[in-house]
């Protein structure tokens, strides 16, 4: 399974920089970056407010699921 992060597409819509929405969100452009590219691991919510509220977008225009067969380190995690 795995959550697709759609900040690439959200970027392009807004004619926006990776770099001027980390200005607007307060985050650096390193953590921006690995959010953007799927390695990351957690995002706080207060982060996803922001990012929202940058982008004017829901959370689900962010993120989207995409099912398959569950990462190996998940399995052990609760919800």
């Known amino acids: 399974m795995a959550i697709k992060v759609q900040l690439d ?4 819509e807004r004619r926006m ?6 200005d607007r969100v307060g985050v650096t452009v390193a953590n921006l970056s690995i959010l953007k590219t799927g390695k990351a691991r957690a995002v ?13 977008c829901q959370p ?8 398959g067969p ?6 052990d995690e609760e919800a």
């Open 17 to 22: 920089s990776l770099t001027e929405l980390a």
């Open 44 to 56: 706080r919510f207060t982060t996803l407010y922001a990012l929202c509220r940058e982008l004017d």
């Open 70 to 75: 569950p990462e190996p380190d998940l399995d």
């Open 60 to 67: 689900g225009d962010l993120l989207s699921y995409e099912p």
């Open 9 to 12: 597409r959200l970027l392009v």
